[in-house]
């Protein structure tokens, strides 16, 4: 049996994910896709937490151009069920899932692998990671989801440049895009990953489901409606967990706040 294309552990309440196809720079073909899917739901059933990572030196170089090239020359054509598995569907489980998605970002995180990246919720990256979407020079167009998502990290300007020029960005430009929010030296971008995803799995899951899913759609409607849908998600049903929670806290017994400065302890300007 040939080696999975993504790996899966356990750790506590996180799950790791990694994209396993170091040779070819992690690129996305159909088969990645399937068990990127696979592994995906298997973590909403597992974990609290999903911490999504690249092995080798690059998170991803974006879609398979030689399975593209197949494609495009009638050598091969899709499987039926890639209209159930496409990457708007398994992007999207990873975006608006249950739970939180942490992005470990490294070397190449360009085309496919930014949109994939973008999906994730929180992102930190090394100093050796570049950004980049060179659909424009490949004669293609982003397919993963990116005017929406990239867009809105980064606006219509810096994604219009990227797209038009090729220009690559920096660690330091992805942090001031808002690609990334957390910088770390070379190599300990996924360390970084698992300790917030650790500190994000102590918090209810109640909260984590709202905080991802109810942001990006609050986003996309009028403020009349986006004060509504607060107000519904802050007045829902409330676990004891939360009474005990706010009881700690009342009682003086809460865990203080991280420092609000930390983005600078991970190593960003
Ligand atoms: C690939 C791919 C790929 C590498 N598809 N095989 N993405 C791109 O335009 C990026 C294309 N890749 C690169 O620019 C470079 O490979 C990297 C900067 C990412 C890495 O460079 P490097 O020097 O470390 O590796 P390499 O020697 O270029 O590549 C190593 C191998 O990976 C080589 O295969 P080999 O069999 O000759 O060893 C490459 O062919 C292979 N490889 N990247 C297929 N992308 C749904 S819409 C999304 C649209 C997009 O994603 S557009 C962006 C596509």
Redesign the pocket.
Same mark, same amino acid.
């Given at each position: 049996m040939s080696e999975a294309l993504i790996t899966y552990e356990l750790d506590g309440p996180v799950a790791l994910i990694g994209l396993n196809r170091p040779?070819?720079?992690n !690129?996305?073909n159909d088969a990645l896709v399937d068990e990127l899917n696979a592994a995906v739901q298997r973590a909403h059933e597992d974990a609290n937490v999903i911490v999504l990572h690249g092995h080798g030196?690059?998170f991803c170089? $974006?879609?398979?151009? !030689?399975?593209a090239l197949a494609r495009a020359s009638g050598k091969i054509t899709p499987p039926r069920k890639r209209r159930r598995h496409n990457?708007h569907m398994v992007f999207d489980q990873i975006a608006r899932g249950p739970i939180p998605v942490v992005a470990a970002l490294h070397g !190449?995180v360009? $085309? $496919?692998?930014l949109?994939l990246a973008t999906a994730a919720h929180v992102r930190v990256c090394d100093e050796t990671a570049f950004f980049g979407l060179?659909?424009g020079?490949?004669g293609?167009?982003? #397919? #993963?989801g990116g005017t929406v998502r990239i867009q809105r990290v980064v606006g219509t300007t810096v994604m219009m440049d990227m797209m038009l020029t090729g220009r690559l960005l920096n660690p330091a430009e992805g942090l001031q895009e808002h690609i990334v929010r957390y910088v770390t030296p070379a190599g300990q971008a996924l360390a970084k990953a698992k300790e917030l995803a650790q500190r994000i799995a102590q918090n209810t899951i109640e909260t984590n489901w709202k905080i991802v899913n109810v942001l990006p759609r609050i986003q996309d409607v009028s403020h009349d409606d986006g004060l509504f849908f607060e107000q519904l998600n802050s007045a829902m049903a409330r676990p004891p967990e939360v009474e005990q929670r706010l009881r700690e806290f009342v009682e003086g017994k809460a865990k203080p706040l991280v420092a609000k400065d930390e983005a600078k302890d991970a190593g960003a300007p």
């Open positions: 040779d070819k720079r !690129a996305i030196s690059n170089a $974006g879609l398979d151009l !030689a399975e990457w !190449a360009v $085309g $496919g692998g949109e060179p659909e020079q490949r293609i167009f982003v #397919g #993963g």
